[in-house]
């Protein structure tokens, strides 16, 4: 991880809602995280004590595009980008999140557990989408194209309130080597979610059909299948591989 001294840490916009949900966690018991987030006793020991030790003091933050792990992010390089490549991202990515709601890449944060579609035992915090109702899709710009990049889980938290014609959604598909037919590999299409992230932020992608001449880690834009607002890309053979652990060997 790579934190730049010369870049300012920001308060995330929800800041005070990720407060509340944290206060609220933090006074859930091992057995009870272990039930909400389906993982084994001792996970759920190691994430209470995650949550024991949270707190949103700047001395201890980190910035949002440094902070996560996944094959999305793999996708992403974050630390693969030069200063004002992380500069242009934090004006232009948002990072949706559970307990944040929302992120700027440079908005300061510490390691937390929560996904979205986590169901907590207290009625006030049961359903995270009834919790931000439209709060995250509220700090989206009112006007201008919107590229969605985000899971299903986490896209619910604003494509409901926001306009259906200013949003665009890349579609990532791999031709299966036995029929030869494009189809969805999970793993994949993570990475390719994040290396479409990384493209439009190092080639300052901002105009809608600039989208379609995206062509890394294999991908090519299938006209045939895509529509005005779901662009599919397909590659024959997935060059993005060790962007991830799991797809190393």
């Not at 439209?134 to 494509?159: F, H, M, Q």
């Amino acid at each position: 991880m790579r934190v730049r001294v010369s870049e300012p840490i920001r308060q995330p916009m929800l800041l005070s809602e990720a407060k509340e949900l944290a206060a609220y966690i933090q006074t859930l018991t091992p057995s009870q995280l272990a039930s909400v987030m389906h993982i084994s006793p001792s996970l759920a020991q190691k994430t209470h004590q995650l949550w024991a030790g949270w707190s949103a003091r700047e001395s201890s933050l980190t910035p949002a595009i440094d902070s996560f792990v996944g094959d999305i992010y793999s996708g992403l390089q974050a630390d693969t980008l030069h200063d004002a490549d992380r500069q242009y991202a934090d004006e232009h990515l948002r990072i949706l999140s559970g307990l944040y709601g929302i992120l700027r890449p440079l908005d300061g944060i510490r390691p937390y557990r929560l996904e979205m579609g986590y169901r907590l035992p207290s009625d006030a915090y049961r359903n995270l989408y009834t919790f931000w109702k439209d709060a995250i899709a509220r700090c989206i710009p009112a006007t201008g194209t919107v590229v969605n990049l985000a899971a299903i889980e986490y896209s619910k938290t604003v494509t409901p309130y926001i306009a259906p014609d200013r949003i665009i959604t890349p579609k990532f598909l791999t031709l299966d080597p036995k029929t030869n037919e494009p189809t969805f590999v999970v793993v994949h299409t993570k990475i390719a979610r994040g290396a479409f992230a990384h493209w439009m932020i190092v080639n300052r992608i901002e105009e809608p059909e600039q989208l379609k001449t995206f062509s890394d880690i294999g991908y090519r834009y299938d006209q045939r299948l895509s529509s005005q607002h779901e662009l599919v890309f397909v590659c024959r053979e997935f060059g993005g591989k060790g962007l991830s652990m799991r797809l190393a060997k």
